[in-house]
């Protein structure tokens, strides 16, 4: 594949990111709220992404990626998610410390020093988050999942993601001592009284958590 420009991967990134959890495409304006820039920017850059055939879209639509701007967006992912888990595992990082370096260092690495990073950490299969790594061919493990806060009272589930979008949610989170691959038991997904049960131990939540925390069932 031709190279593309460290902007354009972000592009790519983002728009993949908006609907791995979820199945509603991404608008122009929601893409300019997540990457922190004008909506005119997000214009231009669209039309030429769609131009260089990375995705599709209509004025005032979402915005797709194509085949090959998806194929792009997963080697992006797979960086990005690599080096987080790296960063934590070999250099001490806290998740929620993890992202905004992440996001510089995804363009600076070469593919052989990626590799061996992935092949030091055992070719790990999810990021800290719980977020799933690409394979280097593009394929993606995914787990069937609820999120917390669609769970009825009373289901099971193993912890399998945490969004990393909030670093001071990430915090709280932490602090609550729920971790990815928990076992637990929803007792309350209200706004003022989010909490699980793990094992004996209650683990009280803020209640925006609800929308971060992605469940797998255990049955």
């Known amino acids: 594949m031709p190279p593309t420009s460290p902007a354009v ?3 790519l990134k983002t728009v993949y990111q ?9 608008t122009p304006k929601v893409l300019a709220d997540a990457l922190g820039v004008a909506p005119s920017s997000v214009t231009e850059m669209v039309k030429k992404m769609a131009t260089a055939g990375l995705v599709s879209h209509v004025p005032y639509g979402a915005v797709r990626l194509t085949p090959e701007g ?4 997963l080697q992006m992912v797979r960086r990005h998610r690599i080096i987080e888990t790296w960063l934590v595992r070999e250099h001490g990082y806290n998740w929620d410390e993890v992202h905004d370096e992440a996001e ?3 363009h600076a690495l070469s593919d052989r020093l990626l590799d061996a990073i992935d092949a030091q950490l055992g070719r790990p299969r999810h990021d800290p988050h719980g977020d799933a790594i690409p394979a280097a061919d593009g394929t993606v493990p995914r787990e069937p999942f ?4 669609n769970a009825p009272d009373g289901h099971e589930g193993r912890v399998i993601r945490v969004s990393d979008r909030d670093p001071a949610l990430l915090r709280a989170i932490d602090d609550s001592g729920l971790q990815v691959g928990d076992t637990v038991v929803v007792i309350s997904t209200a706004q003022d009284a989010t909490a699980l049960r793990r094992g004996t131990t209650t683990l009280a939540l803020p209640g925006d958590a609800r929308a971060t ?3 797998r069932a255990t049955a």
Do not use: G, K, M
């Open 213 to 215: 925390i992605s469940l």
């Open 9 to 11: 991967e972000d592009y």
């Open 104 to 106: 510089v260092l995804e």
């Open 146 to 149: 609820v999120l917390l806060a």
């Open 18 to 26: 908006h609907t791995e959890w979820q199945d509603q495409p991404i």
């Open 70 to 73: 998806e194929a792009r967006a």
